[in-house]
C-alpha cells in the first residue's frame, strides 16, 4: 500500500496542478470560439418590466435603450404559424385558459392590460401593444439584432419551422437554441446545426461536475452560451414554485456551488459567453457582472443600460 502511494500522491498532484494551471489558460487546449456578437445587456421577454412581455411593442423599446439581445420563447398555432409566447397554456397572460396549439393565429387573444412581472414579483407591466408576435415580424423589424429562442416543447414541426425561418432571413450567426431539455436540444442542432446553442439542465450538472472534478479544462465544449440564475434573486424577486428552491439554506448552497468566477472568467476565455438572470435591481447586476458574467439579462432594459452608462469606466 505504502509502495502505491509513492505513484499515486504525484500523479493526483500532477493531475490538480496541470488543471488548475490549465483552467487559467484554456488557450493552450481549446481554441477560443468567435460568436458572431458579444452582449452584455440582454432583455428577457423584450423587456417584460417595462413593456408587455414578448410583443412588439416590447421588443422595440428594449431595442430603442440598447439592448444587444432578445431573449425570447416560440410555440405554434394550429394553423402552423410560429408566435412569440412564454407560454403555451395562455391562462397567465390571457386569462383565457386555451393553448396556442389548439387555436389559429386570428384566434388568439389579447395579453391582459396589466401582466405581473414573474422576475419581480409584485410588479406589473402594461403597455399599448397586446398583441401576440409572430417570430417573422420579429426577424423582419430588427434583422441585426441577436435573438436568443427558447424551445419548450418537443415537437419537430416547430423546430424546422423556426430553422426556416432562420435560414430565409439569413441570421444563422444571430440566433441561439436554448432551451432546459437535453433531448429538445439535440433534435433542435440536428434540425440546424449552423446555429450556435446554450446549455440545458443536463449540460449544466455535467459542466459543474466537470469544474470540481478537475476535468473541465481538458474536455472540449460545443456550447456557446451558459444562461444561468443569478441564485440571490431567488426568494427575494423571485419566488420559485418548486418547495426545495424556497429554503434559504439551499439556495446559500446553490450560490456558493455555482457562481465561481474563476469558471465562469475560464469559459469566457474559452469564447463561451456567460448570462446571469433576471437581473432587475442594479445590486443584483453589479453581484452578476462582479462574480464574471459576461452579460446580464433583465426584465428592465433602461434600469440596466443606465447600470451600464454609470459604470463605463470599470469596463
Known amino acids: 500500500m505504502d ?55 416590447a421588443f422595440a423599446h428594449a431595442v430603442k435603450q440598447g439592448t444587444e439581445m432578445l431573449e425570447l420563447d416560440c410555440h405554434m398555432t394550429n394553423d402552423g404559424h410560429v408566435v412569440v409566447s412564454h407560454d403555451e397554456d395562455l391562462l397567465r397572460q390571457t386569462g383565457h385558459n386555451v393553448t396556442i396549439s389548439s387555436l389559429n393565429l386570428e384566434e388568439l387573444p389579447l395579453y391582459k392590460e396589466s401582466l405581473e412581472v414573474t422576475f419581480y414579483a409584485g410588479h406589473y407591466s402594461s403597455g399599448t401593444d397586446r398583441k401576440i408576435a409572430l417570430l417573422e415580424d420579429v426577424f423582419q423589424k430588427f434583422p441585426q439584432k441577436p435573438i436568443n429562442i427558447e424551445i419548450k416543447e418537443d415537437n419537430r414541426v416547430l423546430m424546422e419551422k423556426v430553422s426556416e425561418l432562420v435560414k430565409q432571413y439569413h441570421r444563422e450567426d444571430l440566433t441561439v437554441w436554448a432551451t ?126 443606465n447600470y451600464l452608462h454609470n459604470h463605463r469606466s470599470e469596463d
Open 3 to 57: 509502495s502505491c502511494l509513492y505513484f499515486i500522491l504525484p500523479a493526483l498532484g500532477g493531475y490538480i496542478m496541470a488543471s488548475l494551471y490549465l483552467l487559467k489558460n484554456p488557450q493552450i487546449l481549446h481554441k477560443k470560439k468567435h460568436a458572431g456578437f458579444n452582449c452584455k445587456h440582454i432583455s428577457h421577454r423584450g423587456g417584460s418590466g417595462e413593456r408587455i412581455e414578448s410583443t412588439m411593442e
Open 180 to 305: 432546459e431539455d437535453s433531448n429538445i436540444m439535440k433534435k433542435c442542432r440536428n434540425t440546424n446545426s449552423t446555429m450556435p446553442y446554450s446549455f440545458c439542465k443536463r449540460g449544466v450538472l455535467q459542466l459543474f461536475l466537470l469544474y470540481y472534478s478537475g476535468l473541465l479544462p481538458f474536455v472540449p465544449l460545443g456550447e456557446g452560451f451558459l444562461q444561468f440564475y443569478l441564485p440571490r434573486i431567488v426568494n427575494r424577486t423571485y419566488i420559485p414554485e418548486e418547495s426545495f428552491l424556497r429554503s434559504r439554506i439551499v439556495i446559500y448552497l446553490i450560490d456558493k456551488l455555482t457562481m465561481r468566477k474563476n469558471l465562469f472568467i475560464h469559459l469566457a476565455k474559452r469564447g463561451i459567453q456567460v448570462h446571469l438572470f433576471v437581473c432587475n435591481e442594479a445590486p443584483d447586476i453589479k453581484a452578476a457582472f462582479d462574480v464574471g458574467a459576461t452579460g446580464v439579462m433583465t426584465d428592465y432594459p433602461t434600469v440596466l443600460t
